[in-house]
């Protein structure tokens, strides 16, 4: 099946899934599968010690996780299907199909978590006493569970896509759902999660509650507490989770955390990481001990900040690190599968394509063809001239503006770039598909938005696309002699 091309123009097309996800999981983990576990403890400890203290606090912290979770954290849950749907259909499509049943599995889970935060938080007020508090604080257990069960799922699915397993052989759910990284990252996510939602309570603990008083006392060691006790899984599971990524992920991890541009930071970037995660266990273990001390907001403040920095780099270190592929092994990141490639080399990719404007390359629609195969083959990752821009990665390796990229050599680079650069999917198309393409990012170079269609508007037409080709090769042209005049010069000057 295949669906049309998604175009953002400069942003990028992944720049929406990004920031929506993103976005999702932090919320997700700090204040749902992390915070509801240390809300219903503090429920917990105001039952058992008959100190209704505890019961405020947990409420007020309640608040803020309950607003938080059902409105943004639930729209950009949604807004993750809507957005993965319009960027990749065809990976998710893929994806559906190995995890149908575990996704309607998930569903109901999640349901079930929606209404349960609603009884939790609304009835707080009024199942106060007796069994009816009880049941309440049961209420809350199970939400905690629930939470932790679809995150769960999806992590599953999260760890199918790095490394399948031994699904590439043998296509059953179990196979995909239990993959080589699935228990590694799930323990690392549960327990940084932990330490995300005792860090968010522990700050809340410094202003919800009074200055000297028991009750700020009593939570912020019960919070440091809880984000000590998490930090030793978290970095067990994340040094697991590190030795289980397969090599040609590791050697992706430079260009993921930093572009390759910043490549040489990637060592001081890693470590800046580590030691604000370590920083964040040392604040905790003094506010352990001392938890009377005054530290002031912005010492509260900063390990949220931290731990969310953490998760938001790790997630974009994930998704970066199992290119050239969607599904490891499986489909490319530029949505074509692996076993599809013969087929696509012999015929070209637009023949197979529904939603293009050419079908095959002819010299009168050049330009035109090169930009669908750009948008099949190249625009999941790079813009046109926007962000990680085609048009800068040439200009970086071919020279300025005022020369003309060279033709063969651009051939012979994207012919062999998933070798030069092993993020990067090999070409899928065939020659002549390459030839358009060439054609078109040169184009690129001296007209950076030409008039191509988007949208079932106009394409080029043949008389533009004459004119664009004829501009490049004049380009070329004056090149040429300007070379030949310099090197006719240096012959005088040398003869002389
Ligand atoms: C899976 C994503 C992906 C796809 C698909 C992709 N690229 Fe790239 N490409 C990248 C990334 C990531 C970089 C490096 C960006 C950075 O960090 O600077 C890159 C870099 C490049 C560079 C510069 C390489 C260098 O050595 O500096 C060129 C040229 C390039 N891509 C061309 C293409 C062309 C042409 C296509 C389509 C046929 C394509 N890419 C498809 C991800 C991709």
């Not at 400069?10 to 976005?23: C, D, E, K, P």
């Not at 991890?253 to 390759?260: D, F, H, L, R």
Request: net charge positive.
């Amino acid at each position: 099946m295949d669906f049309p091309i998604f175009d953002l123009g400069w942003v990028g097309n992944r720049f929406l899934f990004v920031v929506i996800a993103i976005t999702h999981v932090l919320i997700n983990h700090a204040l749902a599968v992390g915070l509801a576990p240390v809300v219903v403890g503090m429920e917990f400890l105001g039952i058992k010690q008959q100190n209704p203290q505890w019961d405020r606090l947990a409420y007020k912290i309640m608040k803020v996780a309950f607003i938080v979770t059902t409105t943004v954290g639930a729209m950009t849950g949604v807004g993750i299907w809507f957005s993965a749907s319009l960027v990749n259909p065809n990976s998710i499509g893929s994806l559906i199909r190995v995890f149908f049943s575990a996704w309607f599995f998930e569903w109901i889970i999640f349901v079930t978590e929606v209404v349960l935060i609603m009884f939790y938080y609304l009835t707080w007020d009024k199942w106060t006493k007796g069994r009816a508090k009880l049941n309440h604080f049961k209420v809350g257990y199970g939400l905690a569970v629930f939470s932790w069960i679809t995150m769960a799922v999806i992590v599953s699915i999260l760890g199918f896509m790095m490394d399948p397993g031994n699904w590439n052989a043998e296509k059953s759910l179990l196979n995909g759902f239990a993959n080589p990284i699935y228990l590694p990252q799930l323990i690392f996510r549960t327990f940084l999660a932990g330490m995300m939602g005792a860090s968010f309570a522990l700050a809340c603990t410094y202003f919800f509650t009074e200055k000297g008083s028991e009750i700020r006392a009593k939570a912020t060691r019960f919070t440091s507490g809880w984000l000590l006790i998490c930090a030793v899984p978290t970095i067990a599971g994340g040094l697991w989770y590190w030795n289980v990524i397969p090599d040609m992920m590791v050697n992706n991890m430079s260009v993921a955390v930093g572009t390759q541009q910043f490549q040489n930071w990637y060592d001081m970037l890693s470590k800046l990481l580590v030691g604000g995660v370590l920083g964040v266990i040392a604040f905790a273990f003094v506010t352990y001990f001392k938890p009377t001390w005054n530290y002031g907001k912005w010492a509260f403040v900063a390990p949220i900040l931290i731990l969310w920095g953490t998760l938001g780099m790790f997630e974009r270190v994930r998704e970066f690190i199992r290119k050239p592929y969607v599904i490891g092994g499986y489909m490319y990141s530029n949505t074509y599968r692996v076993e599809d490639y013969p087929l696509l080399k012999q015929d070209g990719i637009l023949k197979h394509a529904s939603f293009v404007s050419t079908k095959e390359v002819t010299d009168d629609n050049l330009v035109e063809a090169g930009k669908n195969v750009f948008m099949l083959a190249c625009s999941r990752c790079h813009t046109a001239n926007g962000v990680n821009a085609i048009t800068d990665k040439f200009r970086n390796m071919y020279g300025t503006i005022d020369e003309p990229w060279n033709a063969d050599a651009m051939k012979t680079y994207i012919k062999n770039m998933h070798n030069a650069r092993y993020f990067m999917p090999p070409f899928p198309g065939n020659d002549k598909e390459l030839d358009a393409l060439v054609s078109y990012i040169k184009v690129l170079q001296y007209f950076p938005d030409p008039q191509t269609h988007t949208f079932g508007q106009t394409a080029i037409s043949k008389e533009e696309n004459a004119r664009l080709l004829d501009f490049v090769k004049a380009m070329e042209q004056k090149q040429e002699e300007l070379a030949r005049t310099k090197r006719s010069e240096d012959v005088r000057l040398s003869v002389r």
